[in-house]
């Protein structure tokens, strides 16, 4: 196999110096116990590709994607090794040799064709019923807001209704990241940045609004390679934190998850928490793991669809730690869909749910 994308990393394939720390924190690690499965093994197994001394046949590709890309292996690693991007390159190499599996390539041929990766026929507007216009804020609902939990998106516009805004909903398609996360080449991620770019600049939006964690990434963290932004990207609670709101009181115990991706991805931890502490009477509680040491629900990196059962026990393991509260809230509803298989498998009785919802059940008019 070449390895062209891996090359561009082997400064990076040098710096593991196989201490196994990241064995203390890696969520696939902890299920499956084998070294491959650390971060450790899978810089090992990059580094045999990369040298052309292993090949990728199934079970080392089964080990590239099991990683969650929660980079909390970098977190905890005293050299500070990048290894979610060294995955992410040998994931590239491994498409670009032809030897993406055949869920992958329909998930790639879905976004291609219908701009989502469920095979969705309907537009957003048909499922949200709204056209876009001009508007001073864009809100980008993703994907998975848009055809799995819309009940996000219609939280999200309906926050946006009962504040006043001036918004609009995008012509939008998928942002990019599951292309990105799976290996698909950055061609195919420029026709989904160029296509988003254009539906926002058709609205004249200053400022775009994202629920989900995994689009707010793309949208700062690999947008930014391909184009220049002409408009603020935010996190939805960072711009409700910047609004003038009033909030029904919620005599419930609350914690709060960290998605990856907002969180040690981007370091977008305060504003849910300052949004949780504004809703009068709450009980806001803390899990063991939080902020930068949160644990992954453990559906990122294409783990959940690829692998439900692992990303099921680890989502089991997070939702074991927030059995302090009577409600777990997330501001990513990829997050929020895992952690509830894994209430399921933890056989919890607390209820998982996007902060969105809340907020707008909870927004005095
Ligand atoms: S903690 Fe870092 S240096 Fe140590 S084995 Fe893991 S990736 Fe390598
Ligand atoms: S990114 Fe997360 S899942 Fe992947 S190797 Fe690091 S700790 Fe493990």
């Known amino acids: 196999m070449r390895t062209e994308n891996l090359k ?8 593991c110096t196989q201490c196994g720390f990241c064995k203390e924190v890696c969520p696939v690690f902890e299920e499956i116990e084998w070294d491959s499965s650390a971060a450790r093994g899978r810089m090992s197994l990059c580094y045999g590709l990369y040298c052309g001394d292993i090949e990728p046949d199934g079970s080392v590709m089964e080990r590239l994607y099991q990683c969650t890309t929660c980079t909390d292996c970098t977190r905890r690693c005293p050299s500070s090794t990048a290894v979610v991007d060294v995955v992410e390159a040998a994931r590239k190499d491994i498409v670009a040799a032809g030897l993406a599996n055949e869920g992958q ?10 701009g989502n990766p469920f095979e969705e026929t309907q537009s957003r507007e048909e499922m949200l019923g709204e056209a876009p216009r001009q508007a001073e804020i864009a809100y980008y609902t993703g994907c998975t807001a848009a055809y799995r939990n819309i009940e996000t998106a219609k939280a ?8 006043n805004a001036d918004y609009t909903l995008l012509d939008e398609v998928c942002c990019g990241s599951v292309l990105s996360r799976l290996g698909f080449p950055d061609e195919d991620i420029e026709t989904q ?4 770019l254009k539906a926002i600049e058709a609205t004249g939006a200053k400022t775009v609004l994202f629920s989900c964690a995994g689009c707010l990434r793309m949208f700062k963290k690999e947008y930014p390679k391909f184009r220049k932004l002409p408009f603020r990207v935010l996190h939805f609670t960072e711009w409700l934190n910047e609004q003038d ?6 005599e419930k115990t609350v914690t709060y998850h960290d998605p990856c991706h907002i969180g040690r991805h981007l370091g977008i931890y305060e504003p849910p928490r300052t949004m949780i502490q504004k809703i009068p009477k709450v009980n806001f509680v803390e899990m063991k793991d939080n902020r930068e040491m949160a644990r992954c ?5 294409g783990v959940r669809s690829g692998f439900p059962e692992v990303a099921g026990k680890i989502a089991a393991r997070r939702m074991e730690q927030a059995m302090i509260a009577d ?3 997330t ?12 209430r399921d498998i933890a056989q919890s009785k607390v209820e998982v749910r996007d902060l969105l919802e809340v907020i707008d059940e909870l927004l005095d008019l």
């Open 193 to 196: 940045v160029d296509t988003n």
């Open 297 to 301: 629900c453990g559906g990122g990196g």
């Open 156 to 163: 999200g516009i309906s926050i946006l209704k009962k504040l």
């Open 327 to 329: 409600i777990l809230v």
């Open 105 to 114: 390539k329909r998930i790639a041929g879905s976004i291609k064709r219908f």
């Open 245 to 250: 709101i009033t909030l029904q009181p919620y």
């Open 331 to 342: 501001t990513c509803p990829f997050c929020v869909n895992n952690l509830k298989m894994g």
């Open 8 to 15: 561009k990393w082997r400064k990076e394939l040098i710096n």
